[in-house]
């Protein structure tokens, strides 16, 4: 079946650690994006990228990082710096950037022990 | 910036009518689109409006005024698996997707 996969569906981090989430898509589009998800507020873009090695930050980058070396995969890693990391964090991918539906993978869970 | 404003909640009786208002402000436009999401769950594709009009697609209908900068998604004969949050979403001039914060409609027996 063609879709999104997001892994793990929760994670655990502890302070000071670095974390990664899994994101992939064999839907061959060729952008990906990744949201955060805070209760009462909308999605906020963290990292995006329209093509293989290549990506933009979006509005919230500070404390995150990703990298887009194969067309199918975008993971996304949550530094140190990054203070409030408890969130839900979803994957999304769109054939291109323009003016495309965005399809979402079914989320990670990041909680901060 | 961009601005997205929507309803925080709603409720209606299963059977009932219910429209999610969604005014906008932001720099360009390049489409507008709604999205279901369920408790814990990932955001899934409901509609897509670029022209002034409304589009419908089964139970669910929406419509777009660029001019006033306004949207609403109309949801009929509502059922209990209608509760969830329903989120809008403009594409700006830059292409990136800026979300509002989301409707909670609850549907009640």
């Known amino acids: 079946d063609g879709g999104i996969t997001q892994s793990p569906k929760y994670l655990f981090r502890k302070e000071g650690q670095n974390v990664t989430l899994s994101c992939e898509q064999n839907l061959n589009h060729d952008a990906m994006y990744w949201y955060r998800q805070d209760p009462g507020q909308g999605l906020r873009l963290i990292y995006y990228s329209q093509i293989v090695n290549d990506f933009q930050k979006g509005d919230i980058a500070e404390g995150y990082s990703v990298s887009r070396e194969k067309k199918e995969s975008f993971p996304l890693t949550v530094t140190s710096a990054q203070k409030n990391p408890t969130a839900f964090y979803l994957c999304a991918s769109s054939p291109s950037t323009v003016q495309e539906t965005q399809y979402f993978g079914p989320g990670t869970r990041l909680l901060v022990l | 910036g961009q601005n997205i404003d929507q309803p925080t909640e709603m409720t209606a009786t299963e059977g009932a009518i219910v429209q999610i208002n969604c005014t906008y402000q932001?720099?360009?436009?390049?489409?507008l689109f709604w999205y279901q999401q369920h408790a814990g769950e990932a955001p899934t594709f409901l509609s897509y409006n670029v022209l002034d009009g409304l589009e419908e697609k089964g139970r669910f209908s929406s419509f777009l005024s660029r001019s006033k900068g306004y949207s609403y998604l109309l949801l009929k004969e509502l059922q209990m698996k209608d509760s969830a949050s329903y989120l809008c979403a403009v594409l700006s001039n830059d292409y990136k997707l800026s979300f509002g914060a989301g409707t909670t409609v609850t549907v009640r027996a």
């Open positions: 932001t720099s360009g436009f390049n489409g």
